[in-house]
């Protein structure tokens, strides 16, 4: 099979290899999948610049979502048949044409389903639906911000959150961007490149506070939103995009890491505010069943028309340091996807 391993950290243009290896062979309750796309998100870009702990050491195959066909089942695989089309969050292994994941972490779509938007349904939507509904509860009248609202994650989060009947605040960091929110459904669209948020939702919500937050960012963001956060008030961290681009710059790893503040269970149980860390990884590699029902829920939700990915941003496998350019510079609107043949 060919596969981009990453072969040393840094740039895009530079930290990746096209290479030969062997296709590998599923093993019991997994499944390999011939793949037609590969989604970008934006771990890979940290783990591309050395930031992600997780990380296998290098060279590694990264990349953690895939679309394509089964084709071939591994021992106690019953879910599934050969050439049947699929969705699925891998565990590393997604830049490659062949790739062996748990069943448990795939799911049919349709013929017809574009590959992009079928991209987002398993780390992207898996990740918000999962936050959204499991994590934690959004009522009805909630006041929800959600951070890199433009995004896959972002967008999910967004449709979730109107489903709920919440009151969305989005931010992004471009006018481009911002123009969109509203049609997506953000009710109170932020530029944070010109004016912070924390000081915009004060504006708008005078004494009220938050109910809820979404935080990818990570660093003081977190401070910020957990501030932001009234009685009830829940933050869910599940990224930390501050932190990238500060691998080489120690003082900096430093600040930034303080920049989440340090906190003490009294603060929680007096204000009686909630912070919850949220790893898509972890939840696969310990509770396979809960990944499972994540993920099954989503593909209904989209059959039932209530989620409705966009139509992302698609590449070529030949332009994966444009994309992951794309990434980092925070152009992308929706999923980020590269095709193997086109």
Known sequence: MQAYQLIKYGEASDAFRLTDLPTPKPGKGQICIGVEAFGINYADVMARQGLY??????????????VGRVIALGTDSSHFKIGDRVTAMTRFGGYATEVVTMEDAAVKITEDMDAIKALALT?????????????????????????????????????????KGATIFGTAGSEEKIKLLPSHGVHHPINYRISPFEEEIKKILG????????????????????????AAGRLVLYGAADMSGSRFHLFKRISKGLAFGIYHPAQFMMASKSLIGVNMLRLADERPILLKQ??????????????????GNAFSHTELS?????????????????????
């Not at 702990?53 to 895939?66: H, S, T």
């Not at 918000?128 to 006041?143: E, N, V």
Request: with cysteine.
């Open 294 to 311: 994540t993920l099954a829920e989503v593909v209904d939700e989209v059959s039932k028309g209530h989620l409705c990915p966009s139509d």
């Open 207 to 230: 004494r009220e506070k938050m109910d809820v937050v979404f935080d990818n960012i990570g660093g003081a963001s977190v401070k910020k939103g957990f501030r932001l956060l009234g």
């Open 53 to 66: 702990n997780d990380c296998p050491p290098l060279p590694a195959v990264i990349g953690y979502d895939v």
């Open 322 to 342: 444009q994309a992951h350019r794309f990434m980092e510079e925070r152009k992308s609107t929706g999923k980020i996807g590269l095709y193997w043949n086109k």
């Open 123 to 163: 780390t992207q939507y898996g990740t918000a639906w999962y936050m959204a509904t499991k994590a934690i509860q959004i009522f009805a009248g909630d006041k929800v911000l959600i951070h890199a609202a433009a995004g896959g994650v972002g967008q999910a989060l967004v449709q979730i959150a109107l489903k």
